[in-house]
Structure formats: C-alpha cells, structure tokens
C-alpha cells in the first residue's frame, strides 16, 4: 500500500504539487490524470524518491519511502531513453544490476522478457537498430523485470501500435492480479477509462476530483444521450430542455438538463428529425476531463 | 557499493568497445612520438654515402687545405664523407667560373659547391651554393674547416710555432652532467629533457579532453533522453557519480598501461631514449592526479551543460590549461628556479603538468613532492563533493543552463 499526504514540492518560483493526498492500493491500477504540466511527473518524481518533497509523507508498506526501496520500484519514465548504441542484452543486463539482480540472473531474466515480448531476435542488435515500437518494449522490460512491488508508468502506450498496445495493456493487468502497487500516469483517457480502478485528476498542482472511476462517472453522469439524425440538427443546441449539445461527425451528444428524462426528450423530438439512433450514454471520462478541467482554470 | 562496481563497469567496458577509443590509444602516442622523434631523427642522422663537393676558391689560397680538412670526415663505414673537386679553371673569368659551377649543380655532378671570396685583403667570405638549403651538418663541418684554415693561416703569418697551433685547434666539448640527489651524474640533453615532459603533457591533456569529453557526453545524453531518471531511480546520485569517476578512471589507467607498454617497446627498440623513463614513477603519480581531478571537474561541469557544443567547449578550454607548461618550458628549464612555475607548482589546474615538467629538468625538493601531492589530493577530494552537490541537482535540472547563483545555491544546499 502507497499511502501519500499532504504532498507539496515547490520550486523556485512555483508550485509543482501542492498538497496532494492519495492511496493506492495492490490489486487495482491507479490512475493519476491530468493536462500536461499538472505536476503528474513532479509526483512521480517524489514517490520514486528522485527528488524531496517540500513537504508532505510517502509511506511505502507502512515504512517512509527511502533509498532502501530502490529495488522494489520498477518505473518507465514517459521520455524514452535506452543507450542507443549499446547490444539490447547489454543494457539489459546493466539496467538489471542497478536493480540489484546477480549477473548471471539479469541475463536470465532478460532472455524470458526478450522472448515473452516476442522479440528475443534482437538481443544481440544495438539498441538503435530497433524500431521506436521495439525500443520502448526494451524500455517497458526495464522497468518490470525485477519485479517490482511498486510499478510507475508515465505514459506507457505512447509509441505502440495498436497490436502492441494490446499486448503491453495485457501484460499491465497481468500485473494486477499478481498484486502489484501500480501508478499509471496518463493523459489520455480512453486508456485510463479502459485500465485504471481508482484516478486522481489533478491540475496545477492540485486534487481535482479523485475516488473509484465508477462512482466518478455515476457522479458526472448526469442526463446524457447520444443521438445520430439526419437532417439538420442545429436546432437542438436550444431546443428546451438539452444542457450541452455537442457533435461529431456523424452523430451527437447531449446533456439534458436533470428535471427532462431521456424518454420525455426523445418524445419531443421525435417528429422534429429523423432519429436513427438514440441511446442513454454514461459520460466518457474525457468528458468529465474537459468539463472539470474548465471548471478549474488557472 | 556492488550498485558502484557495475556503473563502474558499465562505463568501462561501452567506452572500451567504442573504435574510437581503439584509435586514440594507439593513434595518439604514435602520433606524438612520431611528431617528436622524427626531426631529431633526421637532423642528426648520419651520412650514409659520400658526397662530392665542388670548392670554386678564386683567392686560390685555400683549396688545399679545404680538400685535406674535409676529406679527414669518414663515413661510418670508413669511406670518405666528401669528394672535394677544384671548380678553378684559370682561363675563365669570375664570372664564368661561377655560371659553370652552377651548372655542375643543375647537372647533379656535384652536391654543392663552397665559394672563397675575398672582397677586401684579411677578410675571407665564403658561400656554400647548392641545389637545395643544405644540410645542417654539412654546413657546420664547411664552417668549422673555414674557420681552422683561416686561423690556421694567420697564426702562421704572425710566426707561430705549426705544432702550437695543432694543439691550439684542439676542440674542447663540453658535455652537460646533472647532478642528481643520490649523488649519481645524470647527462642531461635539453632535447630529452624537453621531449620527454613535453610527451607526457600532450598525452595527459589528450587523455583529459577525450575522457572529459566522452564523460560529458554521456551526461548529456542520460539527461537528455531521461535515461538519469531510471538510474537515479535505481541507484543514488552518489553511487552513480563514485560508478561513473571509478570506471572513468580505469579506462584512463588502461591508457595509460597501454602507453607505458608502448614506450618501454620503444626504448628496447631504441626509438625513445631510456632517459624518458629515469623518473616515470613520480610522473604516473602526476599523471594519475591530474586525470582523477580533471575527471571530477567534468562531472561537475557536465551536470550543467546542456549541449554537446558547450561542453566540447569547456573541455577544451579547460584542458588547454594544461598546456600552460609548453609555453613557460624554455624559460623553465634554462631556469627551474623561476617565479611563474613556482607559482603553476601550487594551483591545481597546473600543478601535474608542470611537476611533469619540473621532475624531468632537475630533482625535485621532497618538500615540494608533498605539498603538490597534497594540493592535488584535497582539491580532488573538495572537487568530488562540489561535483557531487552539482551533480545531484544539475542532473535533474533541465532546460537552460544554470546561472553560477543557481550553481552556488545547490552547493549551499546540498
């Protein structure tokens, strides 16, 4: 269990994190969202005992987090770097050691991660020989293959393919049930609406909503539909009763307001456009990204 | 501490592979021995064939004695070092007797040939004309016979006794005897003297840049691709900074191993002077401090560079200091005594290039021995801690460079 409270780290003529409080517990991935320069790097940066808090706890296993957990944290920074004109085999062994395997395990230990990420064919190739997608599978190995109690990934599909994307978001639950602490930083929500249990969203430095995704999105729920017509449907942006219109390509989403239900609203409308779908959505957490990130400017 | 070892070792053995690292270790003392050896080489080397010399002497007094003195010089095979002809041929002009010399020269029927002249009665004015700027050795060998004839002669006029002359000609050589501490004569030759440190300089200072460079560059390259966030995640600064300078360091005593190696081969080859080698203990003790502290210097400095321009640039600045003990050599080794190397010898950017120097030119005072060696060893040990301050944050820091405030700021921090 990662208890973090009160987490505050200001620099010079700022404040990255100010007073942040999370849980995170084995078992469920937990998903720490935000806009770019939230200060979801600088909170990484603090847990993985990179740099000091301000102020502020991290307790780790019920024990403060110190250099002594080096070798429980497996973590996959959202940069990627890997020494490029180095053999595949070698970083490895070397990423390994800094993790405190013996020599001759880290090998070992590469070779299974080599061949279960299908790319055993490269270990003796240099690093820059690799395609951006192979490299960052190099990179995913160094962060898991000690394995670690604790596992920080910033970003970790960016740069994948959707086939690897499966298969890295596999292995990530694969993780899950085997009760691991994970951390996974994302600005993208379709993938932490797919992978993450509990999510903090924070912006500026500070907790914007926080709690299980579930609740979350029964929280935001609200009135939502969406709806595809043909026709011209700019009518409904205000039309009684519809909140929020917002469309797409090819069909649109409404919010209604909370006193008009889905089925009173499509009886209003029924004679007014051709409706070709209409269905009652929970709202994607996209969504509640954008609308509570614009309810809480800077 | 086993986290040290395998930074360590990691930084040793992708520096090793690297082909340039094979080709500065073999290049570079090829090349500065190569550039050192090869003019002495040639400027002393022996004749090996026999020359033919033309003498045009329109005073008419001195060709005998040209031809005998001259062709006294054996080669070392016991033939005569130089043919002496008579370019003289009464029926012509001066002039003429001149075109023809020439023109033996154009024909390579001879070498060159010496003119004696005499503009004004008692003065003798003689030029060597050949088909190329002669021969240093030549020239000296015309000269000194010139001037033994002339003399010679005008002892003679004033009525003096032709033995007493012999013996006056006699040379007297003066040979260069250093008195070393344990009381055993040391020849000292300036060009020995001068090369030997001046070699050991430019290898130093060539080790310094091109690990400092390798070392920064490295820096660079964790910090700009994050790599350091994954190893400081793994590791503590320190441990990364001790890893990084030890296996630095070894990659330099190899180097320097091979280079020994290499020199010794070529004093058994009997390419290099034994002499290079008559104080190599108290030089690798100079040589080894001033690496270690350099290195340590870098590490500072590459945590705050962020570009590999600004780096090359420091580096070489930095190790262009070195240098400094080139430019004070001749003064310094006429004169060891002299202020400015007194001063050099306590600043620890100087101090191994000049005690390079200063070893090779006369003994050292054991009282200087130690001050310098303890200069050198504090300053390593205060630069691994200021380094290690900066390290510890400039590693972390990213975007632009960091104003010295900054700098002075994490110092006081850490």
Not at chain 1, 12 to 21: F, G, I, P, T
Not at chain 2, 50 to 72: P, Q, S
Not at chain 2, 90 to 114: F, R
Not at chain 2, 301 to 316: D, K, N
């Amino acid at each position: 269990m990662l208890l973090v409270k009160n987490l505050t780290k200001k620099f010079k003529n700022s404040v990255a994190v100010n007073n942040l409080s999370f849980n995170v517990v084995p078992g469920k991935i937990f998903g720490l969202l935000g806009p770019n320069g939230a200060g979801k790097t600088t909170t990484i940066r603090t847990v993985l005992n990179i740099i000091k808090p301000t102020s502020g706890t991290i307790i780790f296993n019920g024990k403060p987090i110190t250099n002594q957990f080096f070798n429980q944290i497996g973590y996959l920074p959202e940069e990627r770097g890997l020494y490029r004109r180095s053999k595949v085999i070698d970083v490895l062994k070397y990423f390994a050691e800094l993790k405190n395997l013996s020599s001759t395990k880290a090998i070992k230990t590469a070779d299974n991660w080599l061949k279960r990420l299908k790319i055993e064919h490269y270990r003796n190739k240099r690093i820059e020989e690799l395609s951006k997608g192979n490299q960052q599978k190099i990179q995913f190995i160094t962060a898991v293959f000690h394995d670690p109690d604790l596992l920080i990934l910033d970003e970790p599909f960016t740069g994948f393919d959707p086939i690897n994307q499966q298969e890295i978001k596999e292995l990530i639950l694969s993780f899950v049930s085997s009760g691991k602490i994970i951390i996974l930083s994302t600005h993208q929500m379709d993938t932490a609406e797919k992978l993450c249990d509990e999510i903090l969203l924070m912006n500026n430095g500070k907790e914007v909503t926080s709690g299980d995704l579930g609740e979350i999105k029964k929280r935001f729920g609200g009135n939502n539909i969406k709806l595809q017509y043909s026709g011209n449907g700019e009518f409904l942006k205000s039309f009684p009763g519809v909140f929020q219109y917002e469309s797409y390509s090819n069909y649109a989403e409404l919010q209604l307001n909370d006193d008009v239900s889905p089925s009173e609203f499509l009886h209003n409308i029924v004679d007014k456009i051709e409706i070709k779908h209409f269905s009652v959505i929970e709202p994607t957490l996209n969504k509640i990204f954008i609308d509570l990130i614009k309810e809480h400017p800077i | 501490m086993k986290k040290i070892l395998s930074i360590a070792k990691w930084e040793f053995v992708e520096k090793v592979k690297t082909k340039t690292f094979i080709i500065s270790l073999i290049l570079t003392p090829i090349i500065i021995i190569g550039f050192s050896i090869v003019p002495t080489l040639l400027s002393t080397e022996e004749d090996t064939r026999t020359k033919v010399i033309g003498v045009l002497d329109i005073t008419g007094f001195y060709f005998d004695n040209i031809k005998d003195a001259l062709e006294e010089y054996k080669l070392e095979d016991g033939q005569p070092n130089y043919i002496v002809i008579n370019l003289y041929k009464k029926k012509y002009e001066q002039g003429n007797n001149k075109t023809s010399a020439d023109k033996h020269i154009m024909q390579k029927k001879i070498e060159g040939y010496l003119l004696i002249n005499m503009p004004v009665p008692d003065s003798l004015v003689a030029e060597y004309r050949s088909g190329s700027i002669g021969n240093f050795n030549d020239l000296k060998k015309f000269e000194a016979v010139l001037n033994k004839i002339r003399i010679r002669k005008e002892l003679l006029n004033s009525g003096i006794n032709p033995d007493m002359i012999s013996s006056l000609q006699k040379n007297v050589q003066i040979e260069q005897i250093r008195i070393e501490e344990s009381g055993k004569e040391g020849k000292q030759d300036f060009l020995i003297v001068f090369f030997s440190s001046f070699i050991f300089i430019i290898l130093l200072m060539m080790m310094v840049i091109y690990s400092g460079q390798m070392l920064v560059r490295s820096l660079i390259e964790e910090k700009s691709n994050k790599l350091i966030e994954v190893l400081i995640s793994s590791c503590t600064p320190d441990e990364l900074l001790t890893g990084k300078i030890l296996g630095l360091s070894s990659l330099g005593l190899t180097q320097i191993f091979v280079w020994v190696l290499l020199g010794l081969a070529l004093v058994g080859g009997a390419v290099v002077p034994p002499e290079m080698f008559e104080n190599i203990l108290l030089i690798l003790l100079y040589f080894v401090l001033g690496f270690v502290f350099y290195t340590t210097l870098f590490v500072g400095i590459g945590s705050i560079v962020t570009t590999e321009q600004e780096a090359q640039q420091i580096t070489t600045y930095l190790s262009l200091t070195l240098m400094l003990p080139i430019v004070i050599a001749m003064p310094a080794i006429q004169n060891p005594d002299v202020l400015i190397l007194k001063i050099f010898s306590y600043i620890p950017l100087t101090i191994p290039s000049v005690m390079l120097l200063r070893v090779n030119i006369a003994p050292v005072p054991v009282v200087d021995l130690l001050v310098t060696v303890s200069i050198m060893l504090i300053s390593i040990y205060i630069m691994i801690k200021l380094s290690a301050k900066i390290f510890r944050i400039g590693i972390l820091s990213y975007g632009g460079r960091p104003t010295i405030k900054e700098i002075i700021s994490w110092i006081k921090s850490g």
